[in-house]
């Protein structure tokens, strides 16, 4: 794990995990106990007979001591009185010995009895593969599967991409990825050869950072106005005409035609530049179909001769506007809301 904090830029964790290691590796000769204990298993703290559920020794202090011996408030409204905070302090280990004991009276601290783990339920269980054989029908049928290798010519290297943005990382960027755990073993055994066994630079100096890129920091949001964002578009379709004319030149490719299309890798009408998707809000699908259609205030009674009609309901403005339309159960509220959404349909003949 240290070699990736080195690699991943990970200053702190970089700096003192050498050393916390190093600490672990003299346990044997500065608390021979503990190191037994340790060798013995006795580094987690299991509170229940239930499998997977044993916690570290800090956490389980805060749920048993530190939990028995809170009072309502803590120490607040209490710093500026030393007397006060002296004796909550020395009454702590009294107030869990009377928190643990009615506990025990009221036979709420037999590990025995506890329920089990909420991910061992059967109904966990099913979800969980359900969730599974969705995320496989997902990428085989409806995604190009990218674990697909039989198309692929023997020799030729896979790019490296995002499943859920498509953002196809460079190859000199995915080959210092690849090798992130080398370069951070590098870099922590010359951390360790020159700050640790030696003095030869400053345990504190800075570290050099290794900034390898990953695909979350290719694609790293940054606050840019409307305006930005059509000029760099602009340079960016100028750029892509240029080399299309260059190559119409010396390659049988109509331009006419090919300018039919959008000149940029994602449309521009669902995703950024850099491939990520676009957000906006619903009211502005609204105002677009405003303007293209006709807008009436009321919905025309249907006749054979005339043309469709299509009528948009925004849900969310009518959950908002009938909140739970004085209904006891789910059954009434879905039929009130139901009334509702239908009620314009029927005086039209359109259902």
Request: glycine residues 4%.
């Amino acid at each position: 794990m240290t070699p990736y904090f080195f690699a991943m830029d990970r200053i702190n964790c970089s700096r003192w995990l050498p050393v916390y290691i190093a600490d672990m590796h003299l346990l044997e000769d500065t608390a021979p106990e503990v190191h037994q204990e340790f060798m013995q298993g006795n580094h987690a703290v299991s509170r229940s007979c239930q499998p997977f559920s044993q916690i570290c020794t800090d956490m389980a202090l805060e749920q048993t001591v530190n939990l028995d011996s809170k009072t309502k408030g803590g120490i607040v409204g209490i710093l500026k009185k030393p007397g006060a905070l002296e004796r909550w302090f020395l009454t702590a280990q009294e107030r869990t010995a009377i928190t643990t004991a009615t506990k025990e009276l009221c036979g709420i601290c037999n590990s025995d009895s506890k329920p089990a783990h909420k991910e061992a339920g059967l109904k966990r269980i099913n979800r969980d593969e359900e969730d599974v054989k969705k995320l496989i029908t997902t990428v085989l049928s409806v995604m190009s599967n990218p674990f697909d290798m039989e198309s692929v010519d023997d020799g030729v290297t896979v790019p490296l991409s995002n499943l859920a943005t498509g953002v196809v990382m460079p190859q000199d960027v995915a080959t210092r990825l690849f090798n992130a755990q080398e370069l951070g073993m590098q870099e922590m055994n010359s951390f360790i050869t020159k700050r640790i066994t030696s003095n030869k630079t400053g345990f504190w100096d800075t570290l050099p950072k290794m900034k390898i890129q990953t695909l979350a920091s290719m694609v790293k949001k940054v606050q840019a106005k409307p305006s930005e964002e059509k000029l760099a578009t602009v340079n960016a379709d100028r750029n892509l005409s240029a080399r299309l004319l260059i190559a119409s030149k010396s390659r049988d490719i109509n331009l006419r035609d090919l300018l039919k299309y959008e000149l940029s890798s994602v449309p521009c009408a669902l995703a950024h530049t850099d491939g990520s998707l676009r957000k906006n809000t619903k009211s502005c699908l609204l105002s677009v179909l405003e303007e293209c259609v006709q807008a009436l205030p009321r919905l025309p009674t249907i006749n054979s001769d005339e043309p469709s009609t299509a009528y948009v309901l925004d849900g969310m403005a009518a959950v908002q506007m009938l909140k739970s339309a004085g209904a006891r159960t789910f059954g009434e509220m879905g039929s009130s809301y139901f009334d509702v959404i239908t009620a314009p349909l029927e005086k039209n003949n359109c259902v």
